[in-house]
């Protein structure tokens, strides 16, 4: 594939991703991912991802006032604890089993979020705080692996967080912290290289313009519209991991 096509569909794909994250809050990485892994290096594009992540700062500026910062600080306490297990991992973890892994858990996770939009009784069970703490934990491995850990922080989240404008403010707020301290790691591992910054660089543009277009759409959306896409993404993410395995 020529270099210049190679570079449109990356930034298609990064504005799309970020249209639908902004909308969310989250889930730019979980969509862009599973495609972009089969355009470029799957580890120097999980990299880039995880920098370009850093400009939902942006969403949190906007949103800044509906920060459940309680909540922020359970979350991200647990990811920063196994955020240095997932990073090491990336050495010797292989992606490809551990996309599936995820995307198969995805798929459950989207279909029960659907589910519970249409049988509003499934909301009865709701998990401990043990197996929440242990969940947010698999999702710091996850996210300095192969920086798609917004999966598991929906399942933590979606119980935990009610309101639509407090949900995509502290997981806007989450990822920019994360993705510094996971770009920050990378570093020190000696894994962040030339060829990162050369697909990170070019990508901010059009990160940003996704971001906009996100933000607007998502002031016109109800709660149940909202939870619907945020679902639906989750789904159609873990179908496509599910995908570039085979």
């Known amino acids: 594939m020529r270099g210049e096509v190679l570079l449109l569909l990356y930034l298609l ?3 799309l ?3 639908l994250g902004a909308i969310g809050g989250f889930g730019a ?4 991912i599973p495609f972009l892994t089969q355009l470029f290096d799957a580890k120097t594009v999980i990299m880039a991802s995880t920098i370009t992540c850093i400009l939902n700062a942006w969403i949190v500026w906007e949103n800044r006032r509906e920060i ?3 909540q922020l600080k359970i979350i991200g306490g647990w990811l920063c604890l196994g955020l240095p297990f997932g990073v090491a991992g990336l050495k010797y973890i292989p992606v490809p089993e551990l996309k599936l892994f995820l995307g198969v858990f995805m798929i459950l996770l989207g279909i029960y979020g659907l589910l519970k939009q249409k049988y509003p009784s499934i909301e009865n069970f709701r998990f401990s705080p043990p197996a929440l703490r242990t969940i947010l934990f698999a999702g710091g491995i996850i996210q300095g692996a192969i920086s798609s850990g917004g999966s598991m922080v929906l399942l933590y989240t979606q119980q935990e967080i009610r309101e639509k404008e407090k949900f995509r403010a502290t997981l806007a ?3 920019t912290i994360v993705s510094v301290l996971t770009a920050a790691q990378y570093q020190i591992s000696g894994t962040l290289h ?3 910054w050369k697909l990170a660089l070019p990508g901010f543009p059009a990160v940003l ?3 906009y277009v996100g933000n607007r759409i998502s002031k016109g959306l109800s709660r149940e519209k909202f939870l619907s896409i945020i679902y639906l993404l989750i789904l159609s993410a873990g179908i496509l991991n599910c995908i570039s395995y085979f």
């Open 13 to 15: 794909i990064l504005f």
């Open 17 to 19: 991703s970020n249209v």
């Open 29 to 32: 990485g979980l969509i862009s």
């Open 68 to 70: 459940d910062w309680k």
């Open 173 to 175: 707020l989450l990822w």
């Open 194 to 196: 030339a060829e990162v």
């Open 209 to 211: 313009l996704g971001i």
